[in-house]
């Protein structure tokens, strides 16, 4: 009895003091997005099991080590970088809805759709699953299939990327953010696809896009009447030019070959030649060497083997730059050639199948590597390619 009048005097002297103390709002959470650079941030369908797909998105910190490296058009391959190093500081990384959601016309609609890669017409498609009515929108493509490799994912017009932002602060969380009128106005149009190199005489070389890739990084070039010429033989002076064109996009190394040359590098090499600076930078720099009787022979066509033993030389340069040793990792397993036992290069050829395939078959076909067949411009830029992401990513570990 005494308890239940204790409990009744209680709730009197609180509904008191709840009618003295003023009810204070709570302030009202606001959630907004923030524009980013796109090429700051990629999707990626990453493989795992048996052609199945995982949706990631990466975002590259600026200013930090390189997260991921892309090659080839119609699919772009991802290289992904972030997955060879400790990337915190230098890379984000989203897995699930927790890292990523959709959002419409600037309202938050993460709970209403449901995120998924779908294989369809000879490509994956990254589709938003309406929850409630079923409906689908697809939101980007990959433009074909590779199987195995990371695949990026090009958002579809009425997309972008965009950070999540909560009381303006931002966050790590992305948004596949559309504009439902830009989404409608394109209808079914997918996104325009990487553009492959316009040079009409590589349209069905099989090295196709690794020219362009070579090409955008400004290593090689095409001719004035806007060919490639794939099949020609690249000369010893053009590969110096090539690889120290090369060295110089990878990130961290300054190639400064001088602007006068006041002596000749070699007998045959004057020094007002275009390319005399060039060869004399490589000399120095033990990348390439001359011939017994003191020439170097310039406009000779380089053979494939002679492009391996100078991307070879190249690729331990980078490494004695940074500071590590200058023996080379390998990244795979070695091809067995079956023509280059005995050869001068059998060993070095050997080495380079294991390094990033910067040694591969003839054309991409069969066990023959044809060591003494002139290098074709096509598989130089390739060759020369894959050298330079290989050395990329290991300057990018080497910076951590």
């Not at 890739?213 to 020609?232: M, S």
């Amino acid at each position: 009895m005494k308890l239940s009048q204790s409990l009744k005097i209680a709730t009197i002297v609180t509904a008191a003091f709840a009618s003295v103390i003023p009810f204070m709002p709570t302030k009202a959470v606001v959630t907004s997005e923030e524009n980013i650079p796109q090429n700051q941030v990629t999707a990626v369908a990453a493989p795992y099991g048996s052609n199945k797909y995982n949706l990631v998105v990466i975002e590259q910190i600026p200013d930090k080590d390189n997260c991921w490296n892309e090659t080839g058009t119609q699919p772009t391959i991802i290289d992904p970088v972030w997955t060879t190093f400790d990337f915190t500081g230098h890379c984000r990384r989203a897995t699930d809805s927790n890292g990523y959601s959709v959002r419409l016309d600037g309202q938050d609609t993460s709970q209403d759709y449901l995120l998924s890669l779908v294989e369809k017409d000879g490509e994956l498609q990254l589709v938003a699953l309406n929850r409630q009515d079923r409906s689908r929108t697809v939101i980007g493509h990959t433009f074909g299939l590779s199987d195995g490799e990371f695949l990026k994912i090009y958002l579809s017009p009425g997309w972008q990327f965009t950070k999540k932002t909560v009381d303006d602060k931002v966050l790590g969380h992305v948004f596949f953010s559309g504009d439902t009128q830009a989404i409608a106005a394109a209808g079914d149009t997918p996104p325009t696809p990487p553009p492959a190199p316009s040079f009409p005489d590589v349209a069905n070389d099989i090295y196709r896009d690794e020219i362009g890739q070579a090409v955008a990084l400004g290593f090689i070039a095409g001719f004035k009447d806007n060919t490639f010429r794939p099949e020609e033989p690249l000369t010893r002076e053009q590969l110096v030019s090539m690889v120290i064109g090369a060295l110089d996009s990878v990130p961290g190394i300054e190639i400064q070959p001088s602007t006068q040359v006041t002596t000749q590098p070699y007998s045959d090499v004057d020094p007002s030649r275009w390319s005399a600076a060039k060869i004399e930078w490589a000399k120095q720099n033990q990348i390439v060497s001359g011939y017994p009787d003191g020439t170097f022979r310039p406009e000779r066509a380089v053979s494939r083997a002679e492009l391996m033993a100078v991307l070879r030389q190249a690729a331990q340069f980078v490494n004695t730059e940074q500071g590590m040793s200058p023996d080379l990792k390998p990244t795979g397993q070695v091809n067995q050639f079956a023509d280059i036992s005995g050869h001068w290069g059998e060993d070095l050829i050997q080495q380079m199948s294991t390094y990033c395939r910067v040694a591969s078959p003839l054309n991409e076909r069969g066990n023959t590597f044809y060591p003494n067949t002139s290098a074709g411009r096509n598989y130089a830029a390739a060759a020369t390619l894959r050298m330079h992401s290989c050395i990329s990513g290991q300057v990018s570990q080497n910076q951590i």
